[in-house]
């Protein structure tokens, strides 16, 4: 089965910085890869998808890269701000087609001003 | 559009109690997904439906949880009888499939304590 790994200490930076996140997947290619944001007490929220042949996506200040090859995406914030702290979860499609997507536990980012 | 409305919010039961959770997906979306969030497995796909009809209930714990869709506004998970380890956050989601994948929409969740 897909095995998603996500960083599960929290990334702590200072405001203005740019913020990655990475997303680490075993087995089976996907054709997408989302990023959602979480915060607390509240339901995910969808940001960006991109598709297994992007190799980039760019939405405002966040980033995301899909290296198929390496079985990894990163997900940058540019300038970072302390309202972009909450936990952020890669989640991939099941295999089979069914576009069902497998969610990641999540990173927890905090933005120090 | 009022997005993926859940109920109740919270519940604080007692163990061995029925439990029932509410969602009314997104008018036009047609999949509807029961997810459960705990700090130690995250969010677990607990089963989902495709134009009302359940498609995939591998991810459902074991016979006390059943999930029905009976129309295309309106999706209950009931546990029963409830136990502790039942506790966590329970999302319902939707979407619209389309060939450019699967975006979920997630309600804001039902915070289920068994006591």
């Known amino acids: 089965s897909q095995k998603i790994e996500q960083n599960s200490e929290a990334l702590n930076i200072q405001e203005g910085k740019t913020a990655t996140l990475t997303c680490n997947y075993t087995n089976y290619s996907p054709a997408y890869l989302q990023w959602y944001r979480q915060d607390p007490g509240r339901g995910p929220v969808f940001l960006l998808l991109?598709?297994?042949?992007?190799k980039e996506k760019r939405k405002e200040r966040l980033k995301v890269t899909f290296d198929t090859t390496l079985k990894q995406s990163l997900f940058h914030i540019t300038a970072s701000q302390p309202a972009d702290s909450a936990t952020y979860l890669c989640?991939?499609?099941?295999?089979?087609?069914?576009?069902?997507?497998?969610f990641g536990r999540g990173t927890s980012l905090i933005v120090h001003p | 559009d009022a997005g993926v409305i859940q109920s109740p919010r919270h519940e604080v039961t007692e163990m061995g109690q029925e439990v029932t959770l509410r969602c009314k997906p997104i008018?036009?979306?047609?999949?509807l997904f029961w997810y459960r969030q705990t700090m130690m497995r995250g969010l677990e796909l607990l089963i989902y439906?495709?134009?009302?009809?359940?498609?995939?209930d591998s991810g459902m714990p074991e016979d006390r949880f059943s999930a029905k869709m009976p129309n295309a506004s309106f999706s209950t998970l009931k546990i029963q009888p409830s136990e502790p380890r039942d506790s966590a956050v329970y999302f319902c989601?939707?979407?619209?499939?389309?060939?450019?994948?699967?975006?979920?929409?997630f309600g804001e969740g039902s915070w289920l304590t068994v006591v």
């Open positions: 991109i598709r297994e042949n992007e």
């Open positions: 439906f495709n134009n009302n009809v359940p498609i995939d």
């Open positions: 989601a939707s979407s619209l499939m389309s060939g450019s994948g699967n975006t979920i929409y």
């Open positions: 008018s036009g979306h047609d999949y």
């Open positions: 989640a991939l499609d099941r295999p089979g087609g069914s576009y069902i997507p497998t």
